[in-house]
């Protein structure tokens, strides 16, 4: 078993709060599909650090899977007045995702169509330079649709099966969620509002919210009090 950490620092707008990712990588045979590969001589070519040169050493150990973990650090959720007041809100279905790989790990884009906008409000100026356009294969995009990136997913490459985790959201396609995000009407695409998913809440066929983070955290805590964890208590409030 192989284990290496990396660490790359990126800043986000919001707050000028410093985004620190841990990447750590670990590979370990398994009797799952893809089959176990036959230890062979691979030439490993690829830069130090990168998804691929990961890979390549794990098919030179005769290792089919390779696990990515991935920690990203940044910003937290406002309170419930301050979200609800900069947030879009949207009650959304997951539709589709479709998962790439990149130079340092996997990337899945996530696609929702919109049941009801709750509260709309435009994304703060300081982000406009981090919306991109979805991925091509993945497009158009309807008026009542948009994507969200996740640093996870899982594919086969070269032999291997690449598992990326994150602190990120796994959304599951056909689940409805309640989400506090910022929504470029532009690329259709958007971010959700805090590094970890406090603003992501899965939604029931009475209504009812569930968080996806089940830690306490304030602002959880905020909207199971004031609309006891109702869609319909919130959008009374909202329609106000």
Same mark, same amino acid.
């Given at each position: 078993m192989a284990t290496r950490i990396g660490v790359a620092v990126m800043t986000f707008a919001i707050g000028m709060a410093a985004n620190f990712i841990w990447t750590i990588r670990r590979t370990s045979p398994t009797t799952q599909q893809p089959p176990p590969l036959k230890v062979e001589k691979v030439e490993v070519t690829a830069a130090i650090g990168t998804l691929r040169r990961d890979i390549q050493e794990a098919r030179a150990r005769g290792e089919n899977t390779l696990e990515v973990g991935v920690l990203g650090c940044g910003w937290g959720i406002g309170s419930l007045k301050e979200e609800l007041s900069r947030d879009t809100v949207v009650i959304a279905d997951l539709? +589709?995702? /479709?998962?790439?790989?990149?130079?340092?790990?996997?990337?899945?884009?996530? /696609?929702? /169509?919109? !049941?009801?906008? $709750?509260?709309?409000?435009?994304?703060? !100026?300081? *982000? @406009? #330079?981090?919306?991109?356009? %979805?991925?091509?294969?993945?497009?158009?995009?309807?008026?009542?649709?948009?994507?969200i990136e996740e640093l996870n997913g899982q594919m086969v490459i070269d032999g291997v099966s690449v598992t990326q985790h994150s602190n990120g +959201?796994?959304?599951?396609? %056909?689940? &409805?969620?309640? $989400?506090?995000?910022? $929504?470029?009407?532009? &690329?259709?695409? @958007?971010? !959700?509002?805090?590094?970890?998913?406090?603003?992501? *809440?899965?939604?029931?066929?009475? %209504?009812?919210? =569930? @968080?996806?983070? #089940? =830690?306490?955290?304030? *602002? /959880?805590? +905020? $909207? @199971?009090? =004031? *609309?006891?964890n109702s869609i319909n208590d919130l959008r009374r409030y909202l329609k106000k």
């Amino acid at each position: 078993m192989a284990t290496r950490i990396g660490v790359a620092v990126m800043t986000f707008a919001i707050g000028m709060a410093a985004n620190f990712i841990w990447t750590i990588r670990r590979t370990s045979p398994t009797t799952q599909q893809p089959p176990p590969l036959k230890v062979e001589k691979v030439e490993v070519t690829a830069a130090i650090g990168t998804l691929r040169r990961d890979i390549q050493e794990a098919r030179a150990r005769g290792e089919n899977t390779l696990e990515v973990g991935v920690l990203g650090c940044g910003w937290g959720i406002g309170s419930l007045k301050e979200e609800l007041s900069r947030d879009t809100v949207v009650i959304a279905d997951l539709v +589709a995702k /479709k998962t790439y790989e990149d130079t340092f790990g996997l990337r899945t884009w996530y /696609k929702f /169509k919109i !049941r009801e906008t $709750l509260v709309e409000h435009e994304p703060p !100026r300081h *982000f @406009a #330079d981090q919306f991109q356009s %979805g991925p091509s294969d993945m497009l158009p995009i309807a008026e009542d649709e948009f994507l969200i990136e996740e640093l996870n997913g899982q594919m086969v490459i070269d032999g291997v099966s690449v598992t990326q985790h994150s602190n990120g +959201a796994k959304y599951l396609e %056909g689940q &409805t969620y309640l $989400l506090f995000l910022w $929504l470029d009407p532009t &690329t259709r695409t @958007a971010i !959700r509002s805090a590094t970890d998913p406090l603003g992501v *809440f899965l939604v029931d066929s009475n %209504g009812n919210l =569930r @968080a996806y983070v #089940d =830690r306490p955290y304030p *602002f /959880k805590t +905020a $909207l @199971a009090k =004031r *609309f006891n964890n109702s869609i319909n208590d919130l959008r009374r409030y909202l329609k106000k």
